[in-house]
């Protein structure tokens, strides 16, 4: 293996020097203690070793085996990958052009509803970025009970409760701010984005006080907009109940006999508590009103951050038709920027799930080949097209670029990625039968 080594403000690191790009993985951005809020990394001792992946949130496939629980996704995206997990999990890993020199920076903040995944799965791959002159960015942020927690006997002296996940994404945001032009890359040239739980979480940020002015542009892949149009968020007092619950569970008296339990204890309580009302703790392990990410006043009062923005949606997504009503609704609240949305309609080959929710990651990102479905030549032309939108838009705040025709920003035509890629209009019956019966099947 060839490496490379760079000089950053936390001292030296030594990553990969690929074929295509540079490679650093693993990099520790902050520390936590459980219940804790992040401490970004400021210093480290001798060189930081940046070859390997690090740990992932525990989550299910911490404890249980992840082909039994989760079969699709695993044979998807994780099959024949090792991981390790932890509740000291906050990594992130950066793919670095060439010679880069002033860079875009990409950073992408992975989905799976708050409770699992991980940015070191195989088709979280930056590499093609890179080929073409963007840094790409992916964290590890803590997930589920370990990360969102948010019983109010946890507030701190500040008032502050629970999102310590999201406290971690924000602190990973921080330091690339504080450290990326040692990878040439341009601090003020920030794409924020994600997908599903990912995108909730780039909505957030974009009103996150902490961060103003941070970003250039976002991109939110099935997901942008939940909470700000549909499900606002809770108080940590409305979820006390659920996580009384899982103190019962977990045999301890106290939130903060719970801080102490093991981590396999604490996990199975909170499975516990899901699978008893998983509509429930979906809600409640949401992201809630924190008291300084999220409060009710910035929440209630936020505006729609003024920048160019790409949002999307799959053919059998979740819930395509209330996504699709959510992109429309960020295009009727944001007037003054350029809002872009697509459609991505390809059925992959395989089986019959259609587009499932996430599958435009493996076009977007150009990790077909990390995949076992037998891909054809249109595939690849539309991994081209839509990785190649999203390039140019990270470039310069558009996705327009020789693979696609002309794609104009608002809903009167979206662009259609499909095998015969071009803007068209929404197919309002067919989002609406998906919704309902093909939509969440996974």
């Not at 109010?152 to 406290?167: A, I, K, Q, R, S």
């Not at 009103?289 to 929440?299: L, R």
């Not at 076992?372 to 140019?392: C, G, H, M, T």
Request: a neutral charge; hydrophobic letters at 35%; charged letters at 20%.
């Amino acid at each position: 293996m060839k490496t490379v080594e760079l000089q950053t403000k936390c001292g030296k690191i030594q990553g990969i020097d690929g074929e295509n790009c540079l490679e650093f993985r693993g990099i520790k951005y902050a520390n936590a203690k459980r219940w804790e809020y992040p401490q970004v990394i400021e210093k480290w001792q001798g060189v930081f070793d940046a070859t390997c992946f690090k740990e992932c949130s525990y989550q299910h496939r911490g404890f249980d085996d992840d082909a039994t629980v989760n079969p699709f996704y695993h044979y998807e995206f994780r099959d024949g990958l090792a991981f390790t997990y932890s509740e000291d999990c906050q990594f992130l890993n950066i793919y670095v052009p060439k010679e880069a020199k002033n860079c875009p920076v990409l950073i992408f903040i992975h989905g799976g509803s708050f409770t699992g995944g991980s940015s070191n799965e195989a088709h979280i791959n930056g590499e093609n970025f890179a080929k073409n002159g963007v840094i790409f960015v992916a964290m590890n942020y803590r997930l589920n009970a370990f990360g969102f927690c948010s019983h109010p006997d946890l507030t701190d002296e500040n008032g502050v409760c629970g999102n310590f996940g999201l406290f971690d994404q924000y602190a990973a945001i921080k330091w690339v701010r504080e450290n990326i032009e040692a990878f040439g890359g341009n601090p003020n040239n920030i794409v924020l984005s994600g997908q599903s739980a990912g995108a909730m979480s780039v909505d957030i940020h974009l009103s996150n006080p902490l961060c103003k002015g941070w970003f250039s542009a976002a991109i939110m892949m099935s997901g942008g907009g939940l909470q700000r149009f549909l499900a606002k968020p809770l108080t940590p007092e409305k979820t006390r109940a659920f996580w009384d619950n899982i103190i019962e569970n977990a045999g301890v008296k106290s939130i903060a006999e719970l801080k102490k339990a093991d981590k396999e204890v604490l996990y199975r309580a909170w499975d516990k508590a899901c699978k008893e009302d998983k509509l429930k703790s979906m809600l409640y392990t949401l992201p809630v009103c924190d008291g300084k990410i999220i409060t009710q006043s910035n929440f209630n009062n936020r505006t729609i951050p003024q920048m160019p923005k790409i949002i999307g949606i799959t053919k059998n997504d979740m819930v395509p038709a209330v996504l699709q009503a959510i992109d429309k609704k960020w295009v009727s609240c944001d007037k003054n920027s350029d809002c872009y949305i697509y459609y991505f309609a390809r059925s992959l080959p395989g089986d019959e799930k259609g587009a499932w929710h996430s599958s435009d990651l493996l076009y977007a990102f150009s990790t077909l080949d990390k995949n076992w479905r037998p891909f054809e030549a249109v595939d690849y032309k539309i991994s081209n097209q839509l990785a190649k939108s999203f390039i140019a838009f990270a470039k310069n705040g558009n996705p327009n670029c020789n693979e696609i025709p002309v794609w104009k920003p608002g809903t009167a035509k979206v662009m259609t990625f499909c095998e015969n890629t071009r803007p068209a209009h929404w197919n309002i019956p067919q989002l609406l039968k998906n919704t309902f019966i093909g939509g969440a099947s996974i």
